[in-house]
């Protein structure tokens, strides 16, 4: 194995274990995951994973946000690492966001 | 009516309810008089001291909207502003949550109902579901109690 393939595969133990619960339903997306991966990317993976479609639906807009330690993380250029700090583990949730009348 | 399947799998939601990390945040009774009602004791993240009682009532379908309010704990009463939390789409002063998951919020837009953006989300988790999103809009959007 050379350094180029070994800097693209980061070994086992750095990986970040991951759990994401969509509140609705009741088995949570759980993977390990390199700690550079942006909430942006984990959001595309954790919405497909729950069959869920964000933007326009039916003419109107459906958004999900991430909720971390209850609160809603809305930059999605963060990566894992810069919310686990020095946790190997991160859980957060997946929320709809509310149509409000 | 609630069918005998929605009372079965209501008695398992509030098993599973228990094993949520969030667990130890609420106290949730069952409703003596409704089926399908409970009454949920919490409190925003940001203000452990101001704790709100829910009341939670699936009064058509367990997998739809369900009957959102906040009552007094010492009288039971439901028509109490200060009862209410300010938070996102509620209206205190006329006793509504107006947001897409509630039998309230569908009430007053029934055209919610036919539009895959604005409809009640697919659950199959019903009553973890309802507390959880209380919870999280209790934490995410609290702007204080009701005077």
Redesign the interface.
């Known amino acids: 194995m050379n350094t180029e393939t070994m800097a693209a595969k980061p070994p086992h133990a750095q990986l970040l274990q991951v759990q994401v619960r969509y ?4 088995k949570p997306f759980e993977d390990r995951m390199a700690p550079e991966t942006t909430l942006s990317s984990l959001k595309s993976k954790v919405l497909e994973f729950f069959g869920l479609t964000e933007g ?7 958004n999900y946000n991430f ?1 971390y330690n ?3 993380v809305t930059d999605l250029s963060l990566t894992l690492a810069s919310l686990a700090g020095s946790e190997r583990e991160i ?1 957060l ?1 997946l ?2 966001q ?4 | 009516m609630a069918t005998s399947l929605e009372l079965d799998l209501f008695e398992v939601q509030l098993g599973e309810v228990a094993k949520l990390p969030n667990a130890s945040r609420w106290k949730i009774q069952r409703e003596k008089v409704v089926p399908l009602g409970l009454l949920v004791t919490m409190h925003p993240a940001s203000n452990p001291a101001d704790l709100y009682q829910a009341r939670l009532r699936w009064n058509g379908d367990l997998f739809g909207p369900f009957s959102l309010q906040f009552i007094n704990p010492e009288t039971g009463a439901d028509r109490e502003a200060s009862a209410w939390p300010n938070c996102a789409g509620f209206s205190p002063t006329a006793f509504v949550a107006c947001i897409h998951i509630t039998e309230e919020g569908h009430r007053l837009h029934p055209e919610w109902r036919a539009n895959p953006a604005t409809r009640f989300p697919e659950t199959d988790t019903p009553v973890t579901f309802a507390i959880e999103a209380v919870q999280t809009i209790l934490d995410t959007s609290y702007q204080g109690r009701h005077p």
């Open positions: 509140v609705a339903k009741a326009n639906v039916g003419g109107g807009t459906k909720v209850e609160t809603t859980k949730k929320v709809e509310l149509t409000q009348g």
